[in-house]
Nanobody, 124 residues
Framework: QVQLVESGGGLVQAGGSLRLSCTAS????????MGWFRQAPGKEREFVGA????????RYADSVKGRFTISRDNAKPMVYLQMNSLKPEDTAVYYC?????????????????WGRGTQVTVSS
């Protein structure tokens, strides 16, 4: 089992940056693909990005490609989401999730464990 706790959210102006962190517990963290999702008020949860267990492959939603970067440190164990050039439409609750698959999948229903989320608000 994996327990996940996100941190690093907050209020930032458009064009600014934030780095989200996700702390994981459990000995099998390095076996999981880790994903980031977000959910804005009144909208469905959407895929942001994911990284494979050894960090060799990443996948991003088109809306964040070139602005967001996912990384992980299996020794800690933690996963990060570096968000640059933030836009008001990036405002959402951001969730960290773990998937037993070795490939970065975009469907939220395929992820096995979830954190409680961290709020990111981007002002214009």
């Amino acid at each position: 089992q994996v327990q996940l706790v996100e941190s690093g959210g907050g209020l930032v102006q458009a064009g600014g940056s934030l780095r989200l962190s996700c702390t994981a517990s459990g000995r099998t963290f390095s076996f999981y693909t880790m994903g980031w999702f977000r959910q804005a008020p009144g909208k469905e949860r959407e895929f942001v990005g994911a990284i494979t267990p050894i960090g060799d492959i990443t996948r991003y939603a088109d809306s964040v490609k070139g602005r967001f970067t996912i990384s992980r440190d299996n020794a800690k164990p933690m996963v990060y989401l570096q968000m640059n050039s933030l836009k008001p439409e990036d405002t959402a609750v951001y969730y960290c999730a773990a998937d037993r698959s070795a490939t970065p999948r975009i469907q939220s229903q395929l992820y096995d464990y979830w954190g409680r989320g961290t709020q990111v608000t981007v002002s214009s």
